[in-house]
């Protein structure tokens, strides 16, 4: 039999059967629409399938609605939902552009994702690093099954209070930092409506305030003590001379390389801020002159530890005590720097320009004054006052 026969016979056969596509068409599904709420109606597949559906005109066109499967939800159930979609349309709102939107819209998964492909390669390693640990316990699972737009400011104030709870207010503050930056973003691109926000609408837990400087007595003791201990640690005790003296943040000294040191001056090239310059006293100076340079070798401090920095901390850690500076930290000498300049009245943003602030307000919190430096004062003052009125 050769194929045209093949093709004949199925003719043949073919005219017996009903309803068939080429003679009829595709069969009709059916759609009973509702007496008493408009527009809504059950529409039957040939498959059998039944799915509430809600008709109407939106924007000078005839607009279909798909509810939900009738094996999902009852008839009641479905007409209520109709009820508020024609509510909702006649209020303006477009369902079926509300679908699409959705559709275009990433979820909070896809798109904390998608912003740290973009932005982590531009953070400094030391940042990533603390970021992406941040995301890994606090921020993967912080929205999971929200749309982006979805988050509302409630969300992101309950999540940062049960976050404060479970890791602390540090933590928190931090993690919703991280969020309100990635918000940004999103509507930076697009993403999002501008001042949507959410993470705006949280108040930062109020830090520890600390006001710990050196007294006069405590920065003698100091000092003669790291002179003797540097005979045994002369790196480690170096680094720590240097923060005191320089006012330098513990990564800038540890991780300095002779390339950097230009006379007078540390051209540091990359910082918290940036790259920026360090300007040396004479015992700074005469310090870094006295710290023997090994051929070939680039960094002021080499160590063979993994981590200097967490090394420098241990011994302090444990030095503080053995000299009854327990609650200094090493941070703390940083702090000592910018009080001892305030209370040679260096205004804030000569301050700020020594510590390498990007912002007069975060030399704000340095800038201190002890107490007896203020009685001090208040006694000059009042001496004035006092001349003045018994004249």
Known sequence: MTSYDLRRVIGEELAHVENRFDKFGKPERKTVFDKVVPGFGVRKHVSGRRVYILQMRIGGRQRTVTIANAAVIS????????????L?????????????????????????????????????????????FYRGKHLNKAFQG??????????????HAQLTRAAGPG??????????????????????????NPFNAIKRNRGRKIERFLTSEEAARLGKALIEARKDQPIIVTIIMLLALTGCRRGEIVNLKWSEVHGRRL?????????????????????????PRQKGEVRVFPMVQKRPGGAVGCFWAKFRVEIGLEDVRLHDLRHNYASFAARKSETLPMIGKLLGHAAVNSTQRY??????????TSNRIADVVGNSLCQ
């Open 75 to 86: 008839e009641a159930v479905a007409k209520n939902v109709a009820r508020r979609l024609i």
């Open 88 to 132: 909702r349309i006649e209020l303006g709102m477009n369902p079926a552009d509300e679908k699409k939107r959705s559709c275009n819209m990433p979820s909070y998964e896809q798109f904390l994702e998608y912003y740290w492909e973009i932005a982590s390669p531009n953070w400094k390693p030391s940042t990533r690093k603390t970021q992406s």
């Open 146 to 159: 929200k749309f982006l737009d979805e988050i509302e400011p409630a969300d992101a104030i309950r999540w």
């Open 171 to 196: 933590a928190a503050n931090r993690a919703s930092e991280i969020l309100r930056a990635m918000f940004n973003k999103a509507e930076q691109w697009g993403y999002l409506p501008e001042n949507s």
């Open 267 to 291: 051209k540091l090239s990359d910082s918290k801020t940036g790259p920026r310059i360090v300007w040396l006293g004479k015992d700074a100076q005469a310090l870094i002159a006295s710290i």
């Open 367 to 376: 800038a201190h004054l002890d107490d007896a430096t203020l009685l001090e």
